[in-house]
């Protein structure tokens, strides 16, 4: 079956450590999105990527780094910079196009709480 | 700036019909989406409207009126599974998905 994986489901990290978390998908697609979720919230972007080797900065990208080696392979780093990074964060991906960028598919999410 | 709003909660009893409203402000608009999140999970797509007018799929439908930046999301035979998070999007012309904060759907017996 197609879908979407993250990897850990839970994380935790000490203040000043640096982690990546997982985003794999085998869907075929090729634009991949990391959004942030806080209680009560919506989804914020925090990193987008059309094509392999390319992405763009979405309205909350401080603090945080990708990359887009592969197209099936989205990881995302919350560096040390983050000064809040305790969130729900969600990958997700859509088909290339117009219309296809309104229906994106959303990995199981990443639970990660700073000690 | 961008922004979406849509009511924070709304009740309703099983076999019930509710309507979720949503209205948005954007830079340019290429059509709104609905989302469903049960609690800790992930957000499943439902629906999404281009163009003015009603959408149906099974119990769910959703309606767009670009004219006055108003979309909404209608639930019927509400069912108890049915109790989840509904968000709207509405997509601006940088290929974003600008988010709503959520309408918190409560199904009573």
């Known amino acids: 079956d197609g879908g979407i994986t993250q990897s850990p489901k839970y994380l935790f990290r000490k203040e000043g450590q640096n982690v990546t978390l997982s985003c794999e998908q085998n869907?075929?697609?090729?634009?991949m999105y990391w959004y942030r979720q806080d209680p009560g919230q919506g989804l914020r972007l925090i990193y987008y990527?059309?094509?392999?080797?390319?992405?763009q900065k979405g309205d909350i990208a401080e603090g945080y780094s990708v990359s887009r080696e592969k197209k099936e392979s989205f990881p995302l780093t919350v560096t040390s910079a983050q000064k809040n990074p305790t969130a729900f964060y969600l990958c997700?991906?859509?088909?290339?196009?117009?219309?296809?960028?309104?229906?994106?598919?959303f990995g199981p999410g990443t639970r990660l709480t700073v000690l | 700036g961008q922004s979406l709003e849509q009511p924070s909660e709304v009740t309703a009893v099983e076999g019930a019909i509710v309507q979720i409203n949503c209205t948005y402000q954007?830079?340019?608009?290429?059509?709104l989406s609905w989302y469903q999140q049960h609690d800790g999970g992930a957000p499943t797509f439902l629906s999404y409207?281009?163009l003015d007018g009603l959408e149906e799929t099974g119990r769910f439908s959703s309606f767009l009126s670009r004219s006055d930046s108003y979309g909404y999301l209608l639930l019927q035979e509400l069912q108890m599974k049915d109790s989840a998070s509904y968000f709207c999007?509405?997509?601006?012309?940088?290929?974003?998905?600008?988010w709503g904060a959520g309408t918190k759907l409560i199904i009573k017996p």
């Open positions: 409207n281009a």
């Open positions: 999007a509405a997509r601006g012309s940088n290929y974003q998905l600008i």
């Open positions: 990527s059309q094509i392999v080797n390319d992405f």
């Open positions: 997700a991906s859509s088909i290339y196009g117009t219309i296809s960028y309104n229906e994106q598919f």
């Open positions: 869907l075929n697609h090729d634009a």
């Open positions: 954007t830079s340019g608009f290429y059509g």
